[in-house]
């Protein structure tokens, strides 16, 4: 694992934001993992000022992203379908056949998780992927368990991951209690791994996670398996590295 230190939120994002783009200028027809949440909002404005200036071309590129919650339509203000599309997807020239979620409206998980691994296999694997890092050490909707899942799976959301999503929702009720999500072994099947983290609240994961026992109770402990990862976090979230 390699370690970079940000000073700020601002900082880590652009500091990550210049190793996708690294990728993307070295490899025009990239497929790239993306995250939700608000950890990479900030990096997805970078690429998108960087895109205005003309120092960025998605026509090429291809993206999976990491989750979805179930029951969620692609219209719905709450969706990650809905997030991609205001934060990236309609403001870069990211063609619209390009980019792939699971489906949170297949009533049939078990054929919706076979569909969206098919797509991730189909592809080859990500070159890139863009993790943040859960409160409690959760990548993806990945939580904390007695074992690693595999592939894309359904998981039903932990209290605390409810608890930590909530601002995004009107009430702790209204938060999906389930969701799409690849599985550890989907996501170190890629090429390059970009953990970006930031904030105090992440300190204790980010050390469990670099430095602490590989085990399911910890799911981004599997990071420690992959062979090229980059780990960028502020002052704060590595305050105890």
């Known amino acids: 694992m390699e370690l970079i230190v940000a000073k700020n939120y601002f900082d880590m994002s652009r500091k990550a934001a210049n190793i996708i783009s690294a990728q993307m200028i070295l490899k025009p ?6 995250a939700t949440g608000s950890t990479p909002v900030g990096i ?18 291809t993206t999976v992203n990491l989750d979805e919650y179930r029951g969620l339509s692609p219209e ?8 991609m599309m205001q934060h990236l997807f309609s403001r870069v020239n990211l063609p619209a056949e390009k980019h792939f979620l699971p489906d ?8 919706e998780c076979r569909r969206y691994k098919g797509i991730i296999d189909s592809l080859g694997g990500t070159d890139l992927q863009l993790l943040g890092l859960g409160h409690n050490g959760h990548i993806g909707f990945n939580e904390p368990s007695d074992s690693f899942a595999r592939d894309v799976h359904l998981v039903s959301l932990t209290e605390q991951t409810i608890e930590a999503n909530k601002r995004f929702f009107a009430s702790a009720d209204d938060v999906p209690r389930q969701a799409y999500t690849m ?3 989907t996501i170190l099947q890629a090429k390059k ?9 992440k300190a204790k ?37």
């Open 76 to 83: 719905n203000e709450q969706s990650y379908h809905y997030f």
């Open 183 to 185: 599985g550890v072994g």
């Open 44 to 61: 997805y404005d970078q690429l998108v000022e960087w895109y205005q200036k003309g120092d960025l071309d998605f026509s090429r590129i």
């Open 193 to 201: 791994i970009l953990l970006a983290v930031s904030g105090a609240e």
């Open 104 to 111: 949170g409206m297949n009533p049939d998980s078990d054929a």
């Open 29 to 34: 027809d990239s497929v790239l993992g993306l």
């Open 205 to 241: 994961a980010l050390q469990q996670v670099m430095s602490g026992p590989i085990c399911p109770q910890v799911p981004g402990s599997v990071l420690q398996l992959h062979p090229d990862v980059i780990i960028v976090a502020d002052e704060a979230a590595s305050a105890l590295i």
